[in-house]
């Protein structure tokens, strides 16, 4: 059974830089784009970045554009999302997902993966 196990979440200060990881098992990883989500407190989970299967394409919501980072290794099965200059509103429990690099749909779209890890949760104090 396909997982996806994030890790590196935690506690920051507003300003401050952490960085998350995921890594995928029992998955031909160099078939899968590879996105992370995000949901608030009280909020719908939402797009915040993805990469396509070789690394060479990536996508940002708009608020997050300029401060996160997202990358893969391929040769480790792992993608991670660096992120710079936290604010409170990044506070929220990351998803890692995977979908198939020829199914339809976009990258951003939430019900366009086929498979989700169970989330790390990243808070940002004020």
């Known amino acids: 059974q396909v997982h996806l196990a994030e890790s590196g979440g935690g506690l920051v200060q507003s300003g401050g830089s952490l960085k998350i990881s995921c890594e995928a098992t029992l998955l031909t990883f160099i078939d899968y784009d590879m996105g992370w989500f995000r949901r608030a407190p009280g909020k719908e989970r939402e797009f915040v970045a993805a990469?396509?299967?070789?690394?060479?394409?990536?996508a940002y919501a708009d608020s997050v554009k300029g401060r996160f980072t997202v990358s893969r290794d391929n040769a480790k099965n792992t993608v991670s999302l660096q992120m710079n200059t936290l604010k409170p509103d990044d506070t929220a429990v990351y998803y890692c997902?995977?979908?198939?690099?020829?199914?339809?749909?976009?990258?951003?779209?939430?019900?366009?993966?086929?498979?989700w890890g169970q989330g790390t949760m990243v808070a940002v104090s004020p």
């Open positions: 990469v396509d299967w070789r690394g060479g394409s990536t």
């Open positions: 997902a995977a979908r198939w690099k020829y199914r339809s749909g976009s990258m951003r779209g939430v019900n366009d993966y086929d498979h």
